[in-house]
């Protein structure tokens, strides 16, 4: 079974930019025709998809986000990667890594980045 | 935009009932593409439901789907301990973004 690893920082300061990376193992990132996305979770605002890419590094992002969100895929690595610029406190959040671009079958286990001076 | 609201916040039953959760949506999901998620404390979500009827790989046939349009329901036949948790509906039928409700914790009595 495919299972998923965020790694990042977990602290940030304000107008920087969030770098997280997603390790996919156990199975391939190429293949099966999967989407792999981001969502992260706010305690006050629940949950919200920030965007997917495909192993070809085609990428659809939530228009709320756009300006600010690169999503990149290294298939030899396999691991895809989220950059979220000019952050503020409210990008604090729990920031998963999922397999799907609708529904999400499979989900890392998630980290928190906590965006402060 | 379609907002997906999830009712009650809380409800609290007993091991053994039968659990009732249901999300109502601002407009019509296209072809009813609904998917079910429940979330341990500290853990990642899980996907319970997808295509508002279709269960995931592994999950238990007490978790059940319905509805359409608007109104779609999950439904939990026979509560076990392991089951009380909080529950998000996520609409996927029209373009991104993609949305979630606000989720509903089941407790126990």
Not at chain 1, 89 to 108: I, K, L
Not at chain 2, 3 to 14: A, F, I, N
Not at chain 2, 30 to 38: E, I, K, M, P, T
Not at chain 2, 61 to 86: K, N, Y
Request: hydrophobic share 30%.
């Amino acid at each position: 079974q495919v299972q998923l690893q965020e790694s990042g920082p977990g602290l940030v300061k304000p107008s920087q930019t969030l770098s997280l990376t997603c390790t996919v193992s156990g199975g391939s990132i190429s293949s099966g025709g999967y989407y792999w996305s981001w969502i992260r979770q706010d305690p006050g605002k629940g949950l919200e998809w920030i965007g997917y890419i495909y192993y070809n590094g085609n990428t659809y992002y939530n228009p709320s986000l756009k300006s600010r969100v690169i999503m990149s895929v290294d298939t030899s690595k396999k691991q895809f990667s989220l950059r979220l610029s000019s952050v503020t406190a409210a990008d604090t959040a729990v920031y998963y890594c999922a397999r799907g671009s609708d529904y999400f079958d499979q989900w890392g286990q998630g980290t928190l980045v906590t965006v402060s001076s | 935009e379609i907002v997906l609201t999830q009712s009650p916040d809380t409800l609290s039953l007993s091991p053994g009932e039968r659990a009732t959760l249901s999300c109502r949506a601002s407009q019509s999901v296209g072809s009813n593409y609904l998917s079910w998620y429940q979330q341990i404390p500290g853990q990642a979500p899980r996907l319970l439901i997808y295509g508002t009827s279709s269960r995931a790989t592994g999950i238990p046939d007490r978790f059940s789907g319905s509805g359409s349009g608007t109104d779609f329901t999950l439904t939990i036949s026979r509560l076990e301990p392991e089951d009380f948790a909080v529950y998000y509906c996520q609409q996927y039928g029209s373009s991104p973004p993609y949305t979630f409700g606000q989720g509903t914790k089941l407790e126990i009595k």
